[in-house]
């Protein structure tokens, strides 16, 4: 009976073995006909794309030059530069803070100007356009109800900007 026991053992310990080999040799199998796939859809991918025949690029060419065409006309009818605020009849009051809003198309630079027949003063100017600025009107400012707002940008030639539709009025704070 021990003889038996050690050989069952063995063979045990044997069968174990080719089962981890046989495992072993399974994932290597697998790897192999994972990278073989990959390979393959590669491969197909590549003929896929020398399918692709000139006439296609050509149309797509032509549809990027239509696309290209339309957002010129739409840039034409377009204003590059609109203030939106203040634009008319607003009380700015000194010492508060308020926000200039503009919308631009293709500008950058910005420069922001307040104007009326006596001044023009650059409030502040950006190098990246972030459509508003949030201004805190100082006591140097001369109370007026004849101020507008213009946005400026000297980097086109000849310059582009948008002026207040009308007056508005800057105001000593109540006291």
């Known amino acids: 009976m021990g003889k038996r026991k ?5 063979i045990e310990k044997r069968m ?3 089962i981890v080999s046989g495992l ?7 790897m192999i006909m994972g990278i073989i796939s990959l390979v393959r859809s590669y491969t197909r ?3 896929i794309v020398e399918e692709a025949t000139v006439e296609e690029f050509q149309a797509q060419v032509a549809d990027l030059k239509q696309q290209l065409a339309e957002l010129q006309a739409q840039l034409q009818t377009q204003q590059p530069l609109t203030l939106l605020s203040p634009n008319s009849g607003e009380k700015w009051v000194i010492g508060k803070t308020y926000q200039i809003k503009w ?4 500008v950058n630079k910005v420069t922001i100007e307040l104007l009326s027949a006596d001044v023009r003063k650059t409030i502040t100017s950006f190098p990246n356009n972030p459509g508003f600025y ?3 009107i100082s006591s140097d400012i001369v109370p007026n109800d ?13 310059a582009i ?6 007056y508005f009025s800057i105001v000593e704070r109540d006291k």
């Open 24 to 30: 072993g040799i399974a994932l290597v199998v697998c």
């Open 6 to 10: 050690r050989m069952d053992k063995r």
């Open 45 to 47: 991918e590549e003929a």
């Open 103 to 106: 919308q631009s198309i293709g």
């Open 134 to 136: 949030n201004w805190t």
């Open 146 to 158: 004849k101020y507008k707002i213009r946005v400026i940008s000297y980097e086109l030639s000849p």
């Open 161 to 166: 900007s948008d002026l207040s539709d009308d």
């Open 16 to 18: 174990e073995k080719i």
